[in-house]
Nanobody, 123 residues
Framework: QVQLVESGGGLVQPGGSLRLSCAASGSIASINYMGWYRQAPGKQRELVGT???????NYADSVKGRFTISRDNAKDTVYLQMNSLKPEDTAVYYC?????????????????WGQGTLVTVSP
């Protein structure tokens, strides 16, 4: 009922920047939380950061000061601005959005994940 479409991944040199986007679509009544996760080869998925409906952000220590999460409520979209990228930032990045959808006059909770977008940081 809710689909997430990610974009913006790619290959970048160390020290470079990328901006990821994640747009939600569907019968969304409200969005409570948005976040980004990543999974490097051979490693478990880890939290990158989150942003609440009140625009409070939280980041993993490894990305603090380099990554910024923002949201556009009118577009149901969350962004991840990544600066000063390092080779260890190489991973598949996933967005995660949760809230409520309205189906036949009833609000139901949802928790959706994007398809993942690859970010490669390499000379």
């Amino acid at each position: 009922q809710v689909q997430l479409v990610e974009s913006g991944g790619g290959l970048v040199q160390p020290g470079g920047s990328l901006r990821l986007s994640c747009a939600a679509s569907g019968s969304i009544a409200s969005i409570n939380y948005m976040g980004w996760y990543r999974q490097a080869p051979g490693k478990q998925r880890e939290l990158v950061g989150t942003i609440t409906s009140g625009v409070t952000t939280n980041y993993a220590d490894s990305v603090k000061g380099r990554f910024t999460i923002s949201r556009d409520n009118a577009k149901d979209t969350v962004y991840l601005q990544m600066n000063s990228l390092k080779p260890e930032d190489t991973a598949v990045y996933y967005c995660n959005i949760g809230g409520t959808v309205r189906i036949v006059a009833i609000n139901r909770n949802f928790d959706a994940w994007g398809q993942g977008t690859l970010v490669t940081v390499s000379p």
